[in-house]
């Protein structure tokens, strides 16, 4: 059973997430403008030679800066997770996804695909186009994230960090038919993950926005993890991998 946790941003927390141990820390880069984040850069050195894997999802689409950052950081993973429906979810042309998959594979060998499969909140959607969109990405992708389609997402243009959960049975069958490991996100907390992890059969658990810390007015606060949460989330999730 895969643990992986997201945005993780400083080397400190990354080091608690290995000592709780996190299989996947991930974290984010939200700017363009600001792609290099030395932080970031010495998470991942302090990460390497440990057990824990790195991921790194960048908010920005230009293909020549995500290489250029592929360099100065060389994490473990890439982790694309635009969207890939429209508002009603209607599926675009997947061709040009697939493609620049593939370009990343061939200049970037060593570093694995992580590819985002969005699926609705329970019944939302029923038709939603999730089997077939995970038909097409599959050869160019070594892990599918199944997270939260809105159809108005959080993050204009990507899904995820809704913390609400997917429908279960619909994230069943892509585990069911994937020929590719599937992590299951969306939503999952201590409270739950032991459930979705039984109901749904995937390798690996993933949270973020239901193990950030909360404000005094029990806001969720981005970019800040509760390490307790985050130990309950890992023990929950290994029982029900057993």
């Keep these: 059973m895969i ?16 000592e709780l141990g996190v299989d996947h820390i991930g974290s984010v880069l939200v700017s ?17 030679g440990t057990r824990a894997k790195n991921s790194l999802i960048p908010l920005f689409p230009d293909q020549e800066l995500l290489y250029k950052a592929m360099d100065y950081y060389q994490p473990h993973f890439i982790h694309f997770c635009e969207s890939l429906t429209d508002s009603q979810g209607l599926v675009q042309d997947l061709a040009p996804i ?6 990343f594979k061939q200049k970037f060998p060593q570093i694995g695909i992580i590819r985002t499969i969005p699926i609705p909140i329970p019944g939302k959607a029923l038709n939603f186009p999730t089997l ?3 038909r097409a990405l599959e050869g160019g992708s070594d892990f599918f994230l199944i997270d939260t389609w809105l159809g108005q997402e959080p993050v204009e243009g990507y899904v995820g960090i809704t913390g609400q959960p ?11 038919k994937s020929k590719i490991p599937v992590i299951l996100a969306g939503g ?3 409270e739950n993950v032991y459930e979705a992890v039984l109901r749904v059969g995937p390798a690996g658990a993933d949270s973020c926005t239901q193990t950030n810390a909360t404000d005094p007015a029990n806001k969720t606060m981005r ?4 390490f307790e949460k985050v130990a309950a989330f890992v023990a929950e999730a290994r029982r029900a991998a057993k």
Excluded: H
């Excluded at 997917?166 to 069911?176: G, H, P, R, S, T």
């Design 188 to 190: 999952l907390s201590p």
């Design 132 to 134: 077939e969109i995970g």
């Design 166 to 176: 997917v429908d279960w049975d619909m994230a069943k069958a892509v585990v069911q």
């Design 223 to 226: 970019f800040k993890k509760d």
């Design 32 to 48: 363009a403008l600001e792609w290099r984040q030395p932080l970031i850069r010495e998470l991942i050195r302090t990460t390497n």
């Design 3 to 18: 643990v992986q946790i997201y945005e993780i941003q400083t080397p400190e927390e990354a080091e608690r997430c290995v």
């Design 98 to 103: 697939v493609e620049i998959q593939m370009r």
